[in-house]
């Protein structure tokens, strides 16, 4: 299993661009989350999925958007990049009756 | 809003030494979790606890709950090189698939 993968590795935009940060995982996990990381800082919640087709907001939903059509896949869109979403994102994906969270590599991105 | 609290923020140790680092949270929980980032990586899981557990231990990793202080801890033994990481506490709350992270302990074990 590749378990979660993440892509782009590191990204830079310009303020006002949209981009889509990818995430998939081969573990059949229901689960899936994005997480943004500022430096000196924990991880904090963006958006999360408990299936196909069903998604919630977390902590610091603004300016990003996300669906989720398959199982495998969770993409996370910035609509209208700015600099304070220069963060490194973490998508994690989990079982429903697992308490674990499996974490990708992340995506460093720097909006200039 | 962070619920959990790492201190310290940062150790720095020989190795073979001791480690310990400590979390503090704010509301009720069913579990805490410890995860490891090594620099530029993804978190790594540790060791869970849960609420109604007090002590766990994993190889040389040993951690501590106190539901009424609302605070655990996390004990390295024999620390390696290797160990060199950032230490992290998550609570769950109410949902698996909500983590709520501290800020985490930077941990440098010179070789």
């Known amino acids: 299993n590749a378990g979660v993968t993440q892509t782009p590795k590191f990204q830079v935009l310009k303020t006002g661009q949209s981009m889509t940060l990818q995430c998939a995982q081969d573990?059949?996990?229901?689960?899936m989350s994005w997480y943004r990381q500022d430096p000196g800082m924990g991880l904090r919640l963006i958006h999360y999925?408990?299936?196909?087709?069903?998604?919630d907001q977390g902590e610091v939903p603004n300016g990003y958007n996300v669906s989720r059509s398959t199982t495998e896949d969770f993409p996370l869109r910035l609509l209208s990049a700015a600099p304070s979403q220069t963060s490194v994102y973490f998508c994690?994906?989990?079982?429903?009756?697992?308490?674990?969270?499996?974490f990708g590599p992340g995506t460093r991105l720097l909006v200039l | 809003s962070q619920q959990g609290e790492e201190d310290p923020q940062a150790l720095s140790i020989q190795e073979g030494e001791n480690a310990t680092m400590n979390c503090s949270y704010k509301?009720?929980?069913?579990?805490l979790q410890w995860y490891r980032q090594n620099s530029g990586r993804g978190l790594v899981h540790l060791i869970l606890i849960r609420s109604n557990e007090r002590e766990k231990h994993s190889g040389r990793l040993r951690v501590t709950l106190d539901t009424s202080k609302k605070s655990s801890s996390l004990l390295i033994t024999a620390s390696r090189a290797a160990d060199t990481a950032s230490y992290f506490c998550a609570t769950d709350g109410s949902s698996n698939y909500k983590l709520t992270f501290g800020k985490g302990t930077l941990l440098t074990v010179n070789p």
């Open positions: 509301t009720s929980i069913n579990n």
């Open positions: 573990m059949n996990h229901e689960y």
């Open positions: 999925s408990v299936g196909a087709g069903i998604t």
């Open positions: 994690a994906s989990t079982r429903a009756n697992q308490e674990t969270q499996y």
